[in-house]
């Protein structure tokens, strides 16, 4: 199948163009912002070749196609029609799906996600300024003064990034954004990372009470400057006149937010953000490596409610006050028992697409996206996904146990090797790595899949049908007369192992069941006739009636048992007047049953039991109803003695004792 046959059928199952706002892509996935999600037929997108798994998350219909395919997806199906978004506009429509906790996290991504790419390369100079350092070669002055400058910069800057980037998430003008995170660190300031090592430079007094210092390293304290300065921006620009717009805005908005920025907030929430690593690294340091056994077992369940960006924040404070990351190592140890999983899945099966799926999302999350394994291959079996958390939180325990802290953030497994090169903890990355893998691929080839046992293979199928087109029918079976192999037992409401039913709390609904040969058909379960879908009446459309059925809408036990006649009326049956139309309602829903029944049995004799259909005056509505609705199609005797109830006094509702009475009339 090509990509734009892939193409074509992704739209149909999408619910046609016409249920499609818009579409873009990201890295590895197709994002689908859809109309109504009920009309997606999720079960043909998933099975499609080349999909590698598909999920509704943050108010978008998500596609994995994984890098390089995503982009050929895309081009297809704006070529057919669908219509295209930004990445930005898709993120708007996403903010305004989910609870507050989902907005804030999505938040909290919008802002870190730009600067990430910075931190993942500074922590890549730092490991290799450590790797010279562990190979004892010394740097030469101006050598080691540039490796300086390619290692601090982005930590001494961070705030001014931090406040620049919410700025730019929250509506602002990024340039004032970026001059005002820069004015938090001014060099006029003194240094607040000098300021704590105790030296000689303190922080200075303003107004003789307000101690002052940089903001260097800060993350929590410019992220709120900038959700406050972004909105104060705006609100200035609202008042004052587009002709002194350019000059007003930028000065109000500096002035007062500098101010607030060094004398309130920045004071206040570097307190708090102080006391957000205390509790942070309390976690990361409880014994025998339980927080790394608590965060490595939930990370890749917080990755699928889609807030994980929340950790973006906490390595970036992490890094800005210590330099070291332990986050790092224990997400590494989750990410790569969730590809070990993926790898024992695609050695185990013997299916040749998901081997064909298994196997590059394996290779994804190595490279740091677990997104195709997850949502492909372990959470669409389960079992290897929720081995995977076990795995993944024993090499999380295992890393903090070790005291694993990488240089830098954003980067795991293969490449994440490079965040160990220079502190000197390469061996024992390279051991957790491979602890988690072994428990991810063990755990989930043993316990976590087993191929489906398919009935029939394709080719036999083939054969069977090509035998009976040519009528090249085994000598064996042309004179073999065949019979229905379910035959089976009548089984009593009450014993139904669903307390919804045989507690009654449905009424007794409304049972069915066909006599064969003297027996009821039964086998692997029992007929499900009482669930046979219904056109409904006009007059349950017309005052949107959707029935009283629990699991779905419009079948016959949700329109026509009981409890049905009460949900309409506010009244139980048997204080209904007899000339309300609703009696005719449920004429209709039940002559339907008899002439499902009629059509797909073609049975001697329908006999109706139950309180509701030993009235009388239901059993000649439903017999009027039934001879409109078969209007002839099939030759079926007299009516009345077609459709019967058993002549037996205080004839009941209990379906098993209308399943021996109707045995008794068919004799």
Same mark, same amino acid.
């Given at each position: 199948m090509?990509?734009?046959?892939?193409?074509?059928?992704?739209?149909?199952?999408?619910g046609g163009?016409e249920?499609?706002?818009?579409?873009?892509h990201?890295?590895?996935?197709l994002?689908?912002m859809v109309k109504?999600?009920?009309?997606?037929?999720?079960?043909? =997108?998933?099975?499609?070749?080349?999909? +590698?798994?598909a999920?509704?998350n943050?108010?978008?219909?998500?596609?994995?196609?994984?890098?390089g395919t995503?982009?050929?997806?895309?081009?297809e199906?704006v070529?057919?029609g669908?219509?295209?978004s %930004?990445?930005?506009?898709?993120?708007?429509e996403?903010a305004k799906?989910g609870?507050?906790? +989902?907005?804030?996290?999505r938040?909290?991504?919008?802002?870190?996600v730009?600067?990430?790419p910075v931190?993942?390369?500074?922590?890549?100079? !730092?490991g290799v300024?450590?790797?010279?350092?562990?190979?004892?070669?010394?740097l030469?002055?101006?050598f080691a003064t540039y *490796?300086?400058?390619l290692?601090?910069?982005a930590f001494i800057?961070? $705030?001014?990034l931090?406040?620049w980037? *919410?700025?730019r998430?929250?509506?602002?003008?990024?340039?004032?954004?970026?001059?005002l995170?820069? !004015?938090?660190v001014?060099?006029?300031?003194?240094?607040?990372w000098?300021?704590a090592?105790?030296g000689e430079v303190?922080?200075m007094?303003?107004?003789?009470?307000?101690p002052v210092v940089?903001? +260097?390293?800060?993350?929590?304290?410019?992220?709120i400057?900038?959700v406050v300065?972004?909105?104060?921006e705006?609100?200035?620009r609202?008042?004052?006149?587009d @002709? =002194?717009?350019?000059?007003?805005?930028?000065?109000?908005?500096l002035?007062?937010?500098?101010?607030?920025?060094l004398?309130?907030i920045?004071?206040?929430?570097?307190?708090v953000?102080n006391?957000?690593?205390i509790g942070?690294k309390?976690?990361?340091?409880l014994?025998?490596g339980?927080?790394?056994f608590?965060?490595?077992?939930?990370h890749?369940?917080?990755v699928?409610?889609g807030v994980?960006h929340?950790?973006?924040?906490?390595?970036v404070?992490l890094l800005?006050a210590d330099?070291?990351?332990?986050?790092?190592?224990?997400i *590494?140890?989750?990410?790569?028992? +969730? #590809?070990?999983?993926?790898?024992?899945v695609?050695?185990?099966?013997?299916?040749?697409k998901l081997?064909t799926?298994?196997?590059?999302?394996?290779?994804s999350?190595f490279?740091?996206?677990?997104?195709?394994?997850?949502?492909?291959v372990?959470l669409?079996?389960?079992?290897p996904?929720?081995?995977?958390?076990?795995a993944?939180?024993i090499?999380?325990?295992?890393?903090?146990?070790?005291?694993?802290a990488?240089?830098? %953030?954003? =980067?795991t497994?293969?490449?994440g090797?490079?965040l160990?090169?220079?502190?000197?903890q390469?061996a024992?990355?390279l051991?957790?790595?491979?602890?988690?893998?072994?428990?991810?691929?063990?755990l989930?080839y043993?316990?976590?899949?087993?191929?489906e046992?398919?009935v029939? *293979?394709?080719?036999e199928?083939?054969?069977? @049908?090509q035998?009976?087109?040519?009528?090249?029918?085994?000598?064996?079976?042309q004179n073999?007369?065949?019979?229905t192999p379910?035959v089976?037992d009548?089984?009593a409401?009450?014993?139904?192992?669903?307390?919804v039913?045989s %507690?009654?709390?449905m #009424?007794?609904?409304?049972?069915?069941?066909?006599?064969?040969?003297?027996?009821?058909?039964?086998?692997?379960g029992h007929?499900e !006739?009482g669930?046979? &879908?219904?056109a409904r009446?006009?007059m349950?459309?017309?005052?949107?009636?959707n029935g009283?059925?629990?699991?779905?809408?419009?079948?016959?036990?949700?329109?026509?048992a009981? $409890?049905s006649?009460?949900?309409r009326t506010?009244v139980?049956?048997e204080?209904i007047?007899?000339n309300?139309?609703?009696w005719?309602?449920q004429a209709?829903?039940?002559?339907?049953a008899?002439?499902?029944?009629?059509?797909?049995?073609?049975p001697?004799?329908?006999?109706?039991g139950?309180?509701?259909?030993?009235q009388?005056?239901?059993?000649?509505r439903v017999r009027?109803?039934?001879t409109?609705?078969l209007?002839g &199609?099939?030759?079926?005797p007299?009516v009345?003695?077609?459709?019967v109830t058993?002549a037996v006094?205080?004839?009941?509702s209990?379906t098993?004792?209308?399943?021996?009475?109707a045995k008794e009339?068919?004799k």
């Amino acid at each position: 199948m090509n990509n734009q046959e892939i193409a074509k059928k992704i739209i149909d199952a999408l619910g046609g163009r016409e249920n499609v706002n818009s579409v873009a892509h990201c890295a590895t996935r197709l994002r689908v912002m859809v109309k109504d999600e009920g009309k997606i037929n999720k079960e043909v =997108i998933e099975n499609l070749e080349k999909v +590698q798994g598909a999920f509704f998350n943050s108010g978008q219909y998500q596609i994995i196609f994984g890098t390089g395919t995503v982009n050929k997806m895309y081009d297809e199906v704006v070529a057919l029609g669908l219509p295209t978004s %930004s990445k930005d506009d898709m993120k708007a429509e996403a903010a305004k799906q989910g609870n507050w906790f +989902q907005r804030a996290i999505r938040t909290f991504g919008d802002v870190f996600v730009p600067i990430i790419p910075v931190i993942v390369a500074t922590g890549l100079f !730092m490991g290799v300024r450590g790797l010279f350092n562990a190979l004892e070669m010394p740097l030469p002055g101006d050598f080691a003064t540039y *490796t300086q400058i390619l290692t601090d910069t982005a930590f001494i800057i961070l $705030p001014g990034l931090v406040v620049w980037s *919410t700025f730019r998430v929250f509506g602002g003008n990024p340039a004032v954004g970026i001059v005002l995170g820069m !004015m938090l660190v001014s060099g006029s300031l003194p240094n607040a990372w000098v300021v704590a090592s105790g030296g000689e430079v303190t922080a200075m007094n303003f107004f003789g009470f307000i101690p002052v210092v940089g903001l +260097q390293g800060s993350v929590l304290p410019a992220f709120i400057i900038g959700v406050v300065g972004a909105k104060f921006e705006k609100a200035v620009r609202k008042v004052v006149p587009d @002709v =002194i717009d350019l000059l007003v805005t930028p000065f109000v908005t500096l002035l007062v937010m500098s101010i607030l920025g060094l004398f309130v907030i920045g004071p206040v929430f570097h307190i708090v953000e102080n006391y957000i690593l205390i509790g942070t690294k309390a976690i990361l340091g409880l014994p025998l490596g339980l927080g790394g056994f608590l965060i490595g077992g939930v990370h890749q369940l917080i990755v699928v409610s889609g807030v994980h960006h929340i950790f973006n924040l906490l390595e970036v404070q992490l890094l800005a006050a210590d330099h070291a990351n332990p986050f790092n190592a224990i997400i *590494t140890a989750a990410m790569t028992a +969730q #590809g070990a999983a993926t790898v024992a899945v695609g050695v185990k099966t013997k299916n040749p697409k998901l081997k064909t799926l298994a196997f590059p999302a394996a290779l994804s999350a190595f490279l740091g996206i677990t997104e195709p394994a997850i949502f492909g291959v372990n959470l669409r079996f389960r079992k290897p996904f929720f081995l995977s958390l076990i795995a993944g939180a024993i090499g999380g325990g295992l890393a903090s146990i070790l005291g694993l802290a990488g240089n830098g %953030s954003g =980067i795991t497994i293969i490449p994440g090797t490079m965040l160990y090169v220079g502190n000197g903890q390469l061996a024992q990355y390279l051991l957790m790595v491979a602890v988690s893998f072994a428990l991810g691929f063990a755990l989930t080839y043993m316990f976590g899949y087993e191929d489906e046992k398919e009935v029939a *293979t394709e080719v036999e199928t083939e054969r069977l @049908v090509q035998e009976e087109t040519t009528g090249n029918i085994p000598a064996a079976l042309q004179n073999e007369t065949l019979v229905t192999p379910i035959v089976g037992d009548v089984v009593a409401l009450a014993d139904v192992n669903d307390p919804v039913f045989s %507690s009654g709390a449905m #009424g007794q609904g409304i049972g069915a069941g066909v006599i064969q040969r003297g027996e009821f058909i039964g086998g692997v379960g029992h007929p499900e !006739m009482g669930h046979y &879908y219904v056109a409904r009446h006009p007059m349950d459309i017309e005052k949107e009636f959707n029935g009283v059925c629990p699991f779905h809408k419009g079948c016959l036990e949700g329109y026509a048992a009981g $409890p049905s006649l009460e949900a309409r009326t506010g009244v139980r049956g048997e204080n209904i007047e007899l000339n309300n139309p609703v009696w005719d309602v449920q004429a209709y829903y039940i002559a339907q049953a008899a002439v499902n029944a009629t059509v797909t049995f073609r049975p001697d004799v329908i006999v109706f039991g139950g309180g509701v259909m030993a009235q009388q005056h239901m059993l000649d509505r439903v017999r009027e109803k039934f001879t409109s609705l078969l209007n002839g &199609y099939l030759p079926v005797p007299d009516v009345r003695d077609y459709i019967v109830t058993p002549a037996v006094a205080g004839n009941g509702s209990a379906t098993l004792g209308n399943f021996v009475l109707a045995k008794e009339v068919s004799k």
